[in-house]
Nanobody, 115 residues
Framework: QVQLVESGGSLVQPGGSLRVSCTAS????????MSWYRQAPGKQRELVAA???????TYTDSVKGRFTISRDNAKNTVYLQMNSLKPEDTAVYYC?????????WGQGTQVTVSS
């Protein structure tokens, strides 16, 4: 079965940087749109960033200029580089793979921004 495994979540100070990764297995990774979502306590899950199979990227307004999504198809891995982190970025970050009606989720990785 398809597996998405996130890693890299951690506690980081405000203004710091962090990179989270998601490695996929049992899918043809290169043809999927890969996305990062996040869910803070008491809030709905929201889309943070996405990258298409062709490398086109989109970001939610609150992270533009601070976060960068990228993919390495040879490693079946998608990354989210997060800079200038703010306390409001604290959330569980989830990886998503989408192709037509097929959608897969990872288990999430916790990112906490606090001094």
């Amino acid at each position: 079965q398809v597996q998405l495994v996130e890693s890299g979540g951690s506690l980081v100070q405000p203004g710091g940087s962090l990179r989270v990764s998601c490695t996929a297995s049992r899918i043809i990774f290169s043809i999927y749109t890969m996305s990062w979502y996040r869910q803070a306590p008491g809030k709905q899950r929201e889309l943070v960033a996405a990258i298409t199979s062709g490398g086109i990227t989109t970001y939610t307004d609150s992270v533009k200029g601070r976060f960068t999504i990228s993919r390495d198809n040879a490693k079946n891995t998608v990354y989210l580089q997060m800079n200038s982190l703010k306390p409001e970025d604290t959330a569980v970050y989830y990886c998503n793979a989408a192709l037509s009606t097929n959608r897969y989720w990872g288990q999430g990785t916790q990112v906490t921004v606090s001094s």
